[in-house]
DNA sequence: GACCAGGCACATC
DNA sequence: GATGTGCATGGT
């Protein structure tokens, strides 16, 4: 694994997709709120989620601070688990008033790495809800690996199959530039392709880096 | 109906 | 440390 390939993914995914242009929220407010209602759900239904969040104006931490959390969660039901995301946007704003005053711009003092500790020990924030906190709402350079970004790897002999989300995080780290607008769009990339040919069970005819020998394996399919 | 979706915490071994 | 399970709606 070298710094060339991982470049050449980047340079056929994009030459395939384009740009993404993540994250697609307006605010890092809503980027938060998306990143904990997206665990594990397609986006067009965390979508309905967030709209009818906005159209009641409670799209703000002190909003969601006050609300009811049965009220809540019949706001966000399209996004699925909802009893649990409920408790879990509650347990980040219950941290971000206790200890930022409701505010995320607050947060812009804290180095990164403490940041991204205080975030994995709110319950409901794991790894990648934390990583992509801080890369897309928070604009600081940490690579959000998700289960695309290890199967296709793995699955393109790349990585072990049983290598862990700090692996992964360390490979990109470790081998392309800190750069948040890299990081932002290969990490959006590698969702845009996963959800279109790198499925769980399904084989990935088309898959673009099928084109790239070095990338290719028997274990692909 | 099967499969899948931008995870996570917790129980159990 | 590794593995299994519950959580839930909605699209293909």
Redo the contacts with the bound molecule.
């Keep these: 694994m070298t710094r060339e390939t991982l470049t050449q993914i980047y340079e056929l995914l994009y030459e395939a997709f384009g740009s993404q242009h993540?994250?697609?929220g307006e605010t890092p407010f809503e980027?938060v709120i998306?990143?904990i209602l997206?665990?594990?759900?397609?986006?067009?239904?965390?979508n309905?989620a967030i709209t009818h969040l906005k159209s009641a104006s409670l799209l703000t931490p002190e909003g969601l601070y006050r609300i009811d959390a049965s009220e809540l969660?019949g706001l966000i039901?399209?996004?699925?688990?909802?009893?649990?995301?409920?408790k879990?946007l509650k347990s980040f704003i219950d941290w971000l008033f206790d200890n930022y005053d409701g505010q995320l711009t607050n947060l812009e003092s804290v180095a990164t790495d403490r940041l991204r500790s205080e975030l994995?020990a709110?319950?409901?924030?794991?790894?990648?809800?934390?990583d992509?906190i801080l890369l897309?709402a928070l604009g600081r350079p940490v690579f959000?690996v998700?289960?695309?970004t290890a199967r296709i790897m793995s699955r393109h002999g790349l990585i072990e199959p049983?290598a862990?989300?700090e692996q992964l995080r360390d490979l990109f780290e470790s081998n392309l530039p800190e750069d948040i607008k890299l990081y932002n769009e290969f990490h959006?990339l590698l969702?845009r392709a996963?959800?279109k040919f790198?499925?769980?069970?399904?084989r990935c005819p088309g898959c673009p880096l099928e084109t790239h020998p070095h990338t290719l394996d028997v274990e692909h399919f």
């Design positions: 993540w994250w697609p980027i998306g990143a997206t665990q594990n759900t397609s986006w067009a239904n965390v309905k969660a039901r399209p996004a699925g688990y909802y009893n649990l995301k409920t879990r994995l709110i319950k409901g924030v794991g790894r990648e809800t934390a992509s897309y959000v998700d289960t695309y049983d862990d989300y959006a969702v996963g959800n790198c499925k769980p069970k399904a």
